[in-house]
């Protein structure tokens, strides 16, 4: 029984990670039409209009950790490469 109650507890986290759809209230930024961008190198970013409230996170670079809904947050890593795009 207790196995049973660890994995729903993780559905909420497995739903999440398909992300909002278009038009969702979660999707206030518009992050779900750029999630092209998701596993491409961030050097793409130099050829892609972002809307104005976007800002890219490096790795290491300070950030505030207020939640904006209206921004979009795109996650780089230590390669350079984009792991996420969301609302935030």
């Given at each position: 029984?207790p196995g049973?109650?660890?994995?729903?507890?993780?559905?909420?986290?497995?739903?999440?990670?398909?992300?909002p759809?278009?038009?969702?209230?979660?999707?206030?930024?518009?992050?779900?039409?750029?999630?092209?961008?998701?596993d491409?190198?961030?050097?793409?970013l130099?050829?892609?209009?972002?809307?104005?409230?976007?800002?890219?996170?490096?790795?290491?670079?300070?950030?505030?950790?207020?939640?904006?809904?209206?921004r979009?947050?795109?996650?780089?890593?230590?390669?350079g490469r984009?792991?996420?795009?969301?609302?935030?």
């Amino acid at each position: 029984m207790p196995g049973r109650l660890a994995a729903f507890s993780l559905l909420p986290l497995a739903l999440a990670a398909c992300g909002p759809a278009p038009g969702d209230p979660g999707d206030a930024c518009g992050a779900s039409t750029m999630q092209f961008l998701v596993d491409r190198p961030a050097s793409i970013l130099d050829g892609v209009a972002l809307p104005e409230n976007t800002r890219v996170l490096r790795p290491g670079q300070p950030a505030t950790m207020d939640f904006r809904p209206d921004r979009m947050t795109i996650t780089v890593d230590e390669a350079g490469r984009i792991l996420r795009v969301d609302c935030v």
